[in-house]
């Protein structure tokens, strides 16, 4: 007899190419993850999945159960979606993903809004992630990029603005960056990964491909405060750097790349009353901040 939970670990290998990246996502330790995916495949007897250079990858009889897999999951979801459009309640869980940017700066004070009228309403903020709305425990996600599947509602909902910054005691030190140059001479904390706004990533490729990288994070707000502290240039939201007296905004021949903010969820979620009025509530939060968001220069 087959375990699902097994398939599931399977699957998620499958997915994500490594015993680390799998198990950060199932919330569970990597011993768990290998020791699952060993029982699974000797309960078959066959080989699933092989490691190479690009992580773990299906053998041909592993991708022929990833596929079967992937139906099962896709139904069980689907039953799941249609007994919750039933459901008319405004109360019970919304698990929502996101970056930290929008988090905390978007979604956290427009959540403490809702408390205000609907307390029974309970919002579970997940990192972006977790925001794999083809599995299990993800209702909504917001990010600064667009969706690729074909079967979510997804919407765009706004935009941020970006701008190139600097410490000011940094610039009186190195002096202002030659932009068209490539900024030579100076200091870059960039993006790790490219998932959220490849359009910025790609102006900084531009525009300052000459600047030596010192730090590589996926958070904005790690990026500001080293910006801020002297750490050199650094690609960031308006909203956020206009904001910081230590820094300075420097003026650019082609301008940087705004985000869009987008949000996707199923289309089963716009029947549930509880999800409709969160939905709503990120909408609103969004646009209600556009003035803020994106600023004029």
């Not at 919304?94 to 309403?121: G, K, Y």
């Amino acid at each position: 007899m087959l375990d699902w939970d097994d398939l599931r670990f399977f699957l998620a290998v499958a997915r994500h190419k490594t015993l680390a990246a799998a198990a950060k996502h199932l919330h569970v330790t990597q011993s768990t993850v290998s020791r699952r995916l060993v029982s699974l495949q000797d309960g078959m007897g066959v080989r699933l999945l092989v490691r190479t250079g690009e992580g773990y990858v299906p053998t041909l009889a592993g991708e022929s159960v990833r596929a079967h897999v992937e139906r099962v999951e896709a139904e069980t979801l689907a039953v799941e979606r249609a007994v919750a459009g039933h459901d008319v309640r405004l109360e019970g869980p919304v698990r929502i993903a996101s970056s930290q940017l929008l988090a905390s700066h978007l979604l956290a004070p427009s959540f403490a809004a809702l408390h205000a009228t609907h307390r029974d309403i309970l919002i579970e903020a997940l990192p972006e992630s977790a925001g794999d709305l083809r599995e299990r425990g993800v209702d909504i996600v917001v990010r600064l990029r667009r969706f690729e599947s074909p079967n979510l509602v997804v919407r765009k909902i706004g935009e941020i603005a970006f701008g190139l910054y600097a410490c000011v005691s940094y610039l009186m030190r190195h002096g202002d960056p030659a932009v068209t140059e490539g900024c030579p001479g100076h200091q870059l904390t960039t993006r790790l990964t490219d998932e959220e706004g490849s359009a910025q990533s790609a102006w900084l490729a531009d525009n300052a491909a000459r600047a030596h990288v010192t730090l590589k994070t996926d958070s904005y707000e790690t990026q500001l405060w080293a910006a801020s502290c002297g750490g050199g240039l650094a690609l960031l939201p308006r909203f956020r750097a206009d904001a910081e007296p230590a820094l300075r905004r420097i003026t650019t021949a082609v301008a940087v790349p705004s985000a869009e903010i987008w949000v996707g969820f199923h289309d089963e979620n716009r029947r549930v009353p509880r999800m409709r009025t969160v939905l709503d509530l990120i909408a609103e939060a969004v646009h209600s901040r556009a003035d803020m968001l994106s600023p004029p220069d």
